[in-house]
Structures are given as C-alpha cells and as structure tokens.
C-alpha cells in the first residue's frame, strides 16, 4: 500500500477547501445595495480640501488677489452646464476659531471685492475658470497690516448638489511689508546673558549655539540629569537698542521633535522692564521659518520663550535671527 507523507495529506486537503470555497462562491448569489452614482456626483471647492488656506502678501500699490473656484466631481464630465454661486459666510467664523483655537476677526469690508459671485462648469467641463477676490494691501481702505484675518468664502448655491465637506473655504490672510526692504542684523556682537537651561553634559547644545551663524549647531534644553519643562528661554543682549520689525527661526536640522510650536518674544531696553512683541505660531518643519512682529517696536535685549514645542517637553533652536 502505497503511504503519503503528512505534507502530502495536508496539502490535499488545503486543495480540497479551496475548491468547496468556489464551488460555494459561484453558485451562491449575492445582493449589493444599490449605490446610485449621483450620490458621487457634487461640486465643491477644491481650495477646501486644503483648510484652512494660509495666505501672506506684501503690501503693494496694486494690490493681490485670491484664486477661488468650483469643481465638479463625478465618474463623467457634467452633460449640462453647472450654475454656482459663492460669497463670504461671516456666520461660520466663531464655529472656525473654536475649533481651531484661534481668534481671528473677519477681513474688513472694504479691503477686498469680488471679481464675480457667479460662474458656469461648461458642459463637459470640470471646474471653473479661475476666479479672483481682489484685495487691497495699502493705503486707505486697504487690509490692516501684520494682522491676520479670516475671510470664508462659500460656495453658497448651484445648479446641482454641493459637497457640504468642501463647500467653505477659509482663507487666512496676512498683509506685511516687503520682507526685502529689512535685512537681517549682523549677529557678531549679540551675547546671551541667560538660559532657562542648556545641554552641555549629554551633548555640546549650550544657549550659545543658537546666535553662532552655523546651522549644524543648536541650543538643546536640558536632558542629561535632570528635564525641565517649558517654558524655555535664551536672553540676547544686542549691544544696542535696534528697531525691531521681525524674527527668523531655524529648528534644529534633524527629524524628530521638540520644534518650537508657539513662542513668545519679549523685548527691553534695560533687562528689567519687559514688553510682548509678538506671540508667535512656528510649523513644524526644519526650514528656515519667519514672521514680521505684530507691532514694529525697538529694544536691546530680546527675550525668546518657547512656550510649547511640538511632540516634547524639551525644545531645540539651530537659529535664531531678527531683522
């Protein structure tokens, strides 16, 4: 009698499943609910797939525009022409900056128009052509500079049914002046006169490294031994009082976390009576990162806190640079 190894029985027998499996998956009949394709077919805002839309524009005698638009999607190309409508939805804002934690106010009236509230998806078309919301970035009745204001532009009706998800785009808009016209000041002569804490047993990070010009090096709050929590601080002496208009800020140049999310700065003329500067919201990112102060202001001693970083409770700085 002729014998079969286990191997061989098991084998037989995973053949032998498989074929009962569609033998039973052929024969058997299987409903579907019914998904009717118009249940995929809307139009929306494409810019809302990116909320919220951070803009940031120079201040100019001829103004800037933002691009909006509708598109439409669905398996085929619409067999007719699509009517839509937009404007700005002010209602939606409290719901925006309590979810996000922000307080923006509303772009003032006055500061931006419509180049059109209406447009046509031609049959057979996709979307919209490109259209403009014109703002007005100087002079009187132009937007406010270095404040940031939200704008919700809606798409508020159209021929066919609109995506509720992307039917909002919340546009957060800052004017500033020409970053180009303020060059960064000469970092020779600044010292630190105080640290929160620095790193200096478990890797070389003193406070020092964060004025040094070299973006290998970076200022590291403590770890080795003991880890205080933020705030986290580094004091720079300028030599001299300086106008103020902006800071620059590079994180340290590797992955990971303890990025600075948000800092304050705090200026003085004496290094005993401080004032806010600006309360400021860094990415998380190693590219070199800037933002204009709220306030144009002067001082000698600059004081940066980073407050929270991102994913830790230490935090890091490879520059830091004020202009």
């Known amino acids: 009698m002729k014998k079969y190894s286990s191997i061989s029985i098991k084998l037989l027998m995973g ?14 009949d299987v409903d579907l609910p019914a998904q009717p394709l118009e249940q995929y077919m809307k139009v929306y805002m ?21 691009i909006y638009g509708a598109d ?15 404007d700005v939805n002010a209602a939606l804002i409290d719901s925006f900056n309590t979810a996000n934690g922000t307080d923006y106010p509303i772009l003032p009236e006055g500061t931006y128009a419509f180049e059109e509230t209406s447009a046509i998806i031609a049959k057979g078309a996709l979307s919209t052509a490109p259209l403009h919301l014109h703002l007005t970035t100087m002079g009187d009745g132009g937007v406010p500079p270095l404040k940031t204001f939200i704008l919700p532009v809606q798409l508020s009706g159209a021929s066919f049914t609109i995506n509720p998800a992307l039917q909002t785009t919340f546009y957060v808009i800052t004017v500033q002046p020409d970053r180009a016209d303020y060059p960064d000041y000469d970092k020779s002569g600044w010292k630190i006169i ?3 804490s620095q790193e200096i047993n478990g890797e070389h990070a003193p406070a020092t490294n964060a004025i040094d010009g070299d973006p ?10 003991a880890a205080p929590v933020p705030p986290h601080y580094i004091t720079i002496d300028l030599g001299e009082i300086k106008p103020l208009h902006g800071v620059e800020l590079l994180a340290r140049q590797a992955d990971g976390s303890g990025k600075p999310q948000n800092v304050t700065i705090e200026v003085s003329d004496d290094n005993v009576h401080w004032s806010d500067a600006a309360d400021l919201v860094f990415q998380n990112t190693q590219n070199l990162q800037q933002s204009f102060l709220s306030g144009f202001t002067e001082g000698r001693y600059v004081k940066v806190i980073v407050n929270t970083a991102f994913n830790a409770s230490y935090t890091q700085i490879a520059e830091f640079n004020l202009f």
């Open 216 to 225: 290998a090096t970076f200022w590291h709050s403590q770890w080795s031994g």
């Open 15 to 28: 053949v032998c499943t498989l074929c009962l499996l569609f033998s039973f998956g052929c024969n058997d």
């Open 194 to 196: 105080d640290f929160s």
């Open 46 to 66: 494409p810019q809302a797939v990116n909320n919220p839309v951070n803009l940031v524009f120079s201040m100019s005698d001829t103004g800037s525009n933002v």
């Open 72 to 86: 439409y999607g669905g398996p085929n190309a619409p067999k007719e022409d699509i009517k839509v409508q937009f």
